[in-house]
Structure formats: C-alpha cells, structure tokens
C-alpha cells in the first residue's frame, strides 16, 4: 500500500515536471513582441508563398489530425472566418467557442480552463478585452495561445497587413508607413512591428487618443527608424507609401462613439487627406469599416484601397502562423 502511494506520488511529481516543462517550452503571440523580426519575416514570406501555392491549386495537410481551439468574447468575422479557413485548408480542425457559452462566463478561473483546454486541442486562439486575459492563459498553457484581438493588441491583423504592404510595395524596411485616427489596438501593434522589422511609422492621432505610452517609449528606444507621434494628419501622410485607419470606437467603447464623432472629426481619411500624399500610396483598413465616419465611401472604393486584399491576407498569414506554432 505504502510502495503503491509512493509510486503514485512520485509519477505525479513526474508529470508536473514534464508539464511545467512543456510550458515553459510552448510558444505563444500575445503580441508582436513575441517574436524576432526573422520570424515576422519568415512567416511574411511564407503566407505569400502560401498565397501563390493555393492560386495554383496545391493542397496542404501539414497541420492534419491537430485541433485548435477559437475562444471569442467579441464579435469577428474576418477573423474567426479566415483562422477557421486556415486551419481546415491544412488539413485541421476547429472548434469554436463563444466566450459566453462556456464556463468562464460564470467565473471558472482562466488557469482551469486553459489546463483543461490544453488537454483536448493543439492550439487556442482567444479574442477578448484585457491583455491580462490572454497573458494568464499562455501562463498556464501547454499549447499555443494566439491573439486574435484584445483592446491593447491585434499581432496577426498587422503581420497580415504588413504581408499586404510587402505584396504592393516591396522591402517593408525601404517604406514610411502612416497611422491616423486613434491609438488603438491596431495602433500599438503598428508601433511594435516598426520597432521589430525597421519601417517608419508616424501616427497622428488626437490628443487624449495616442497609443498605449509604454509600447511608444519602448519602440522609440530600441527602433532603427523613426517612430513619431504627431497631430496633424496631413503630415502623417506626407512622403507615406501606405496609410491605415480603422473605426473611432473600437469594440467596448460604443458608448463613446457618438463623442468620438466630434473629436476624430478632423481624422477622416478622405480625398483632402489622400491629396497630402503620394498619389500611389496605398490604403489599409482592417474592416468592419464606418464609411463617411473614419473614411470615406469614395477612398474605401478607390484604387489606392487595398483592404479587400489585405481582408484576404488574413487567411494565408493565419496558415502561416498556425504552421509555425501548431505543426
Ligand atoms: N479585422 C478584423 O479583425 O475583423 P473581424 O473583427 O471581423 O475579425
Ligand atoms: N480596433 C478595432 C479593430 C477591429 C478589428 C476594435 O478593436 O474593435
């Protein structure tokens, strides 16, 4: 009885090695920061390539047999479509979860879920508010955790954009990259990829708007190009190879949409703001888009917009981070 308990424990201190190994092991995105700028290279490189391999038909069925797992706790369709794409064009699966449904909508703590999550799939791809949600999750996780959304990042909507810029333009290094509207999510991951893979960044937002002031600071000390902070839009654009917007109110703030109308008034992205730019400068915008709210109806359509292309990127750069991370 005693050897039987005593094996027992000593095969239970065994397994909290190996998993606590295993977790130190496990690679996450919780932001861009997670990775090299090598890496964000590579996995640019490798969703064009992707994206040329699917044009011509070639099948994938890396990431077969495995499941990832798509817990969402705000709304998304470019997102939970594109991932959910991904992953079965490679051969996986999905389940997908709405926040609500599950048991953390009645408080089960994160870490429970996430060891238990760990055990059934192969990845979890999370959309939520606090980037503490996302963080406590990859604390306890034995598999990967990816971002799909918090109110402080959007790491693989800017790798997809970026994807986007390098297919219109070229060297993301050679470029001056614009920013106007709020400091948002989408703002603060713009901001570490500049830091990370070398461009010029200026964003222009209004004042009680700019982006997350530590993920500024720290991007200015360590970039190689400039990354600046200004007011005025019209200079933000000057000299830019590519513009991004994306709505005033992220998801969460609807309360303060209408308030925002009246602030961001100056911020919109329309044909007045394009004249203060280069003629061939594209125009990203993540989507869902306000049209005559953050831009215009007529730039949104016009030839300098790209976001249907940037929208379709988001799949073939979701492959390209689930082959990394999963398979
Ligand atoms: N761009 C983006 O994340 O879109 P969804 O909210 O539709 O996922
Ligand atoms: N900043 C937006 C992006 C939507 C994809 C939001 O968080 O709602």
């Known amino acids: 009885m005693s ?14 090695v190996n998993e606590s ?30 994206k040329s391999e ?18 969402f706790e705000k ?9 959910e794409s991904a992953m079965y064009g490679m051969g996986g699966q999905v389940i997908f979860l709405s926040a609500r449904d599950t048991q953390l909508a009645r408080s089960e703590p994160l870490k429970d879920m996430s060891r238990v999550m760990s055990r059934y799939v192969d990845g979890m791809v999370i959309r939520t508010f606090g980037q503490e949600v996302v963080e406590e999750l990859a604390r306890y996780a034995t598999v990967p955790v990816i971002n799909a959304l918090t109110d402080l990042h959007h790491p693989c909507q800017v790798l997809s954009d970026i994807m986007t810029v390098v297919e219109e333009k070229g060297p993301i290094n050679a470029l001056k990259i614009a920013w106007v509207g709020d ?16 461009f010029e960044l200026t964003l222009a937002c209004p004042e009680g708007y700019d982006p ?46 209408v308030e925002r109308l009246k602030i961001f008034e100056t911020y919109q992205v329309n044909q007045r703001l394009l004249d203060s730019g280069k003629p061939e400068m594209i125009v990203l915008h993540c989507l869902p888009a306000h049209r005559e709210e ?28 689930l082959e990394k991370l999963i398979s």
């Open 3 to 16: 050897v039987a308990r005593s094996s027992k424990a000593r095969g239970g201190v065994k397994r909290r």
């Open 294 to 321: 953050e831009i215009t109806e007529d730039v949104l359509e016009s030839d300098q917009s790209v976001v249907f292309d940037q929208a379709e990127n988001k799949m073939h750069m979701h492959k390209a981070i």
């Open 75 to 83: 709304p998304s369709t470019r997102t939970r479509v594109s991932f």
């Open 21 to 50: 190994q295993v977790r130190a092991m496990t690679r996450h995105i919780l932001s861009l920061n997670d990775f090299s700028s090598q890496e964000m290279q590579e996995l640019v490189d490798r969703a064009i390539e992707l």
């Open 183 to 198: 400091g948002n999510n989408m703002a603060n991951s713009w901001i570490e990829a500049a830091a990370l893979m070398d």
């Open 54 to 71: 699917r044009k011509k038909g070639i099948n994938h069925s890396q990431l077969s047999g495995r499941i990832i797992g798509l817990v």
């Open 212 to 257: 997350d002031p530590d993920i500024l600071k720290r991007a200015q000390v360590s970039a190689s190009k400039a990354v600046t902070l200004v007011r005025d839009p019209h200079k933000a654009v000057a000299g830019a190879d590519a513009l991004n917007v994306d709505v005033w109110a992220s998801m969460g703030q609807e309360e303060e949409q």
